[in-house]
């Protein structure tokens, strides 16, 4: 579903990596692992008895303790370390929630249920199907839409505000050129580490609405290609495009859904012989077209949906 | 030759390496650096005189840029002790270093090519607000000095001929155009001292005579001035005082009609000493 809680989910994702990628220039690749840092978080904190709020900060702030993890020791150094560290680190993270076993504060390989309740006893719309045509969703499924496309709003507009300011110039400064920013008296290491955090901070938010939209926290949800998906949003969107993220994901989900839809369609109408395209093949097809729809934007509208075309070209001097 | 205050101000200064001088402002003594076995930078002892042009040349790979790294902290020293204005610089951060008011540009321009020509100048200036997390999304604590920011950046890109270019993004602006937008971004920050590393390195004539101007007016301003360069017309024409290195060293320094004829320079730029090295070695 293009506008589903999972498209909201990977657009506020992307709102995060947006500010670290599209706007400081830092190469997280393990964005995922905020996610996973605020769905455990908040899981965890519900499921031993706290309550939902003390859930979604514990959240947040394990988002920012992962955030300064990551910045403290490679933010110093060239920007390809950070990369490293974080694509590394975040899988770690998953293998190390999934490590122990069912009993234990993670649920290991099974997670933890049962968490959402809070979240869910918030839910301001009766029980019953909300939705025009062939497109509805449950009284839950339109709550959790709701916050997560206000999470969205929000933070869009918090990203606006501080990519405007004399913060973000420093920010844009950083990306351009760090030595720069340097000879000019900028302290190029705080401002990176806020960045990283702040996006972080938002990429927890993120995976607190997968979470409460499926009402588990699995270390299956927090594989590596969630990160490259939601670069695949970011880019698609148009980096350093305040729209772009939310842009982005709509485009890459409505995508993935029409060409699932498609050819799944065209085999049963044997348009495609099953000797070449099976049933099975669909889910893997999906994901080879958005490549290709990828690769495609990249040669004839580098700068994605809503980027500056300017800002490319000048990059390829 | 220089025939102003600043000029004067070299009187009676001795023409050698190392020399102290009246009311110098960057001091540099001891200053050690090497790459493995190559040693890029041995300076014993280095002046710069307050409200003057100095000059640094020497052949390629003299030490000359490291000097200028170590001396703004974007390298380490391996030992050495250096100070600004009477401040010790030694263990600063890079950043830490333009707060103290000597701000230095690159030989290679670093314009901020995705960011428009006005951003570049306002990014530099000091003590922002806005720049700090807390107060950045309050516009109104910082709207004020962003416009008092802005008022002075134009006024600086109007006197650097660059105020027409202001919307445009820095990475469409000419090599030459880049170097007078590096410079007037370094006096955004209001500094007291400037290290420009080759400020006419690839820039046309028209725009060489123009930066020269700018340079020759911020001294008149009071401003301190040193500066790499290897157009020796350029040294000639614009510098107070003449400084020399070879081989991390410095091997000569003057005012710039001593300089053209020392031996050691003529020898350091034409390789010469090494032929005589042989010639004098050879029959013994």
Request: net charge negative; proline share 5%.
């Given at each position: 579903?293009?506008?589903?809680?999972?498209?909201?989910?990977?657009?506020?994702?992307?709102?995060?990596?947006?500010?670290?990628?599209?706007?400081?220039?830092?190469?997280?690749?393990?964005?995922?692992?905020?996610?996973?840092?605020?769905?455990?978080?908040?899981?965890?904190?519900?499921n031993?008895?706290?309550?939902?709020?003390?859930?979604?900060?514990?959240?947040?702030?394990?988002?920012?303790?992962?955030?300064?993890?990551?910045?403290?020791?490679?933010?110093?150094?060239?920007?390809?370390?950070?990369?490293?560290?974080?694509?590394?680190?975040?899988?770690?993270?998953?293998?190390?929630?999934?490590?122990?076993?069912?009993?234990?504060?993670?649920g290991?390989?099974?997670?933890?249920?049962?968490?959402?309740?809070?979240?869910?006893?918030?839910?301001?719309?009766?029980?019953?199907?909300y939705?025009i045509?062939?497109?509805?969703?449950?009284?839950?499924?339109?709550?959790?839409?709701?916050?997560?496309?206000?999470l969205?709003?929000?933070?869009?507009?918090?990203?606006?505000l501080?990519?405007?300011?004399?913060?973000?110039?420093?920010?844009?400064?950083?990306?351009e050129?760090?030595?720069?920013?340097?000879?000019?008296?900028?302290?190029?290491?705080?401002?990176?580490?806020?960045?990283?955090?702040?996006?972080?901070?938002?990429?927890?938010?993120?995976?607190?609405?997968?979470?409460?939209?499926?009402?588990?926290?699995?270390?299956?949800?927090?594989?590596?290609?969630?990160?490259?998906?939601?670069?695949?949003?970011?880019?698609?969107?148009?980096?350093?495009?305040?729209?772009?993220?939310?842009?982005?994901?709509?485009?890459?989900?409505?995508v993935?859904?029409?060409?699932?839809?498609?050819?799944?369609?065209?085999?049963?109408?044997?348009?495609?012989?099953?000797?070449?395209?099976?049933?099975?093949?669909?889910?893997?097809?999906?994901?080879?077209?958005?490549?290709?729809?990828l690769?495609?934007?990249?040669?004839?509208?580098?700068?994605?949906?809503?980027?500056?075309?300017?800002?490319?070209?000048?990059?390829?001097? | 030759?220089?025939?102003?205050?600043?000029?004067?101000?070299?009187?009676?200064?001795?023409?050698?390496?190392?020399?102290?001088?009246?009311?110098?402002?960057?001091?540099?003594?001891g200053?050690?650096?090497?790459f493995?076995?190559?040693?890029?930078?041995?300076?014993?002892?280095?002046?710069?005189?307050?409200?003057a042009?100095?000059?640094?040349?020497?052949?390629?790979g003299?030490?000359?840029?490291?000097?200028?790294?170590?001396?703004?902290?974007?390298?380490?020293?391996d030992r050495?002790?250096?100070?600004?204005?009477?401040?010790?610089?030694?263990?600063?951060?890079?950043?830490?270093?333009?707060?103290?008011?000597?701000?230095?540009?690159?030989?290679?321009?670093?314009?901020?090519?995705?960011?428009?020509?006005?951003?570049?100048?306002?990014?530099?200036?000091?003590?922002?607000?806005?720049?700090r997390?807390?107060?950045?999304?309050?516009?109104?604590?910082?709207?004020?000095?962003?416009?008092?920011?802005?008022?002075?950046?134009?006024?600086?890109?109007?006197?650097?001929?660059?105020?027409?270019?202001?919307?445009?993004?820095?990475?469409?602006?000419?090599?030459?155009?880049?170097?007078?937008?590096?410079?007037?971004?370094?006096?955004?920050?209001?500094?007291?001292m400037?290290?420009?590393?080759?400020?006419?390195?690839?820039?046309?004539?028209?725009?060489?005579?123009?930066?020269?101007?700018?340079?020759?007016?911020?001294?008149?301003?009071?401003?301190?001035?040193?500066?790499?360069?290897?157009?020796?017309?350029?040294?000639?024409?614009?510098?107070d005082?003449?400084?020399?290195?070879?081989?991390?060293?410095?091997?000569?320094?003057?005012?710039?009609?001593?300089?053209?004829?020392?031996?050691?320079?003529?020898d350091?730029?034409?390789?010469?000493?090494?032929?005589?090295?042989?010639?004098?070695?050879?029959?013994?």
């Amino acid at each position: 579903m293009a506008i589903g809680p999972l498209a909201a989910a990977y657009a506020l994702a992307g709102v995060g990596l947006n500010l670290q990628f599209g706007y400081t220039g830092l190469l997280n690749f393990g964005h995922v692992a905020f996610m996973l840092a605020g769905a455990y978080g908040t899981a965890i904190t519900v499921n031993e008895g706290g309550p939902l709020w003390l859930g979604l900060l514990v959240g947040v702030a394990a988002a920012v303790v992962l955030g300064l993890i990551f910045g403290l020791p490679t933010l110093r150094l060239r920007a390809d370390y950070l990369a490293i560290v974080t694509i590394a680190a975040a899988e770690v993270l998953r293998i190390v929630v999934a490590g122990p076993g069912e009993d234990s504060l993670t649920g290991g390989v099974f997670g933890i249920q049962r968490f959402a309740d809070g979240f869910f006893d918030l839910n301001p719309f009766p029980t019953g199907d909300y939705g025009i045509g062939r497109v509805s969703f449950t009284a839950r499924g339109m709550w959790v839409l709701t916050a997560a496309w206000l999470l969205v709003a929000v933070f869009t507009v918090v990203v606006a505000l501080l990519t405007r300011s004399p913060w973000g110039r420093v920010v844009r400064a950083i990306r351009e050129d760090e030595d720069a920013a340097r000879s000019l008296g900028k302290n190029v290491f705080a401002v990176k580490l806020q960045s990283l955090v702040i996006g972080g901070s938002v990429g927890a938010l993120a995976g607190m609405i997968l979470a409460f939209d499926r009402q588990s926290v699995r270390p299956g949800f927090f594989l590596p290609v969630i990160t490259f998906a939601v670069y695949t949003i970011v880019i698609l969107g148009g980096p350093a495009s305040r729209m772009g993220p939310i842009v982005g994901a709509i485009v890459y989900w409505f995508v993935i859904q029409f060409t699932e839809g498609f050819t799944r369609e065209a085999i049963g109408a044997g348009w495609i012989p099953e000797s070449i395209l099976g049933p099975e093949d669909v889910g893997a097809i999906r994901f080879a077209l958005v490549g290709l729809g990828l690769m495609l934007l990249m040669i004839f509208r580098p700068q994605g949906v809503l980027g500056k075309r300017q800002e490319v070209l000048i990059d390829a001097q | 030759m220089p025939s102003n205050a600043a000029g004067a101000a070299f009187a009676g200064v001795a023409p050698e390496p190392g020399v102290p001088k009246p009311d110098p402002v960057l001091v540099v003594d001891g200053l050690h650096k090497a790459f493995g076995g190559v040693v890029a930078v041995d300076v014993e002892h280095l002046e710069c005189q307050r409200s003057a042009i100095t000059a640094l040349i020497g052949p390629n790979g003299a030490g000359k840029t490291t000097m200028f790294n170590l001396v703004t902290d974007f390298e380490r020293a391996d030992r050495g002790r250096w100070s600004f204005d009477g401040r010790s610089l030694e263990g600063m951060l890079a950043y830490e270093v333009p707060r103290t008011g000597l701000m230095r540009t690159f030989q290679l321009t670093k314009a901020l090519a995705r960011m428009p020509v006005l951003d570049n100048m306002k990014l530099a200036a000091p003590d922002q607000r806005g720049e700090r997390l807390r107060d950045c999304l309050l516009r109104p604590r910082w709207a004020a000095q962003e416009r008092a920011v802005e008022k002075r950046a134009l006024g600086l890109l109007e006197r650097f001929n660059l105020d027409q270019m202001r919307a445009e993004y820095a990475g469409t602006l000419s090599g030459g155009q880049r170097k007078l937008l590096e410079m007037a971004r370094a006096l955004m920050a209001e500094p007291r001292m400037l290290l420009l590393d080759e400020p006419t390195a690839g820039v046309n004539p028209a725009l060489v005579h123009s930066i020269l101007d700018h340079v020759r007016e911020l001294r008149a301003d009071g401003m301190t001035i040193l500066f790499v360069e290897h157009d020796m017309d350029v040294v000639m024409g614009i510098s107070d005082w003449v400084v020399c290195m070879s081989e991390g060293a410095v091997i000569a320094e003057g005012p710039p009609a001593s300089i053209a004829e020392n031996d050691s320079v003529i020898d350091a730029y034409l390789g010469t000493s090494r032929i005589e090295a042989v010639d004098v070695e050879g029959p013994g």
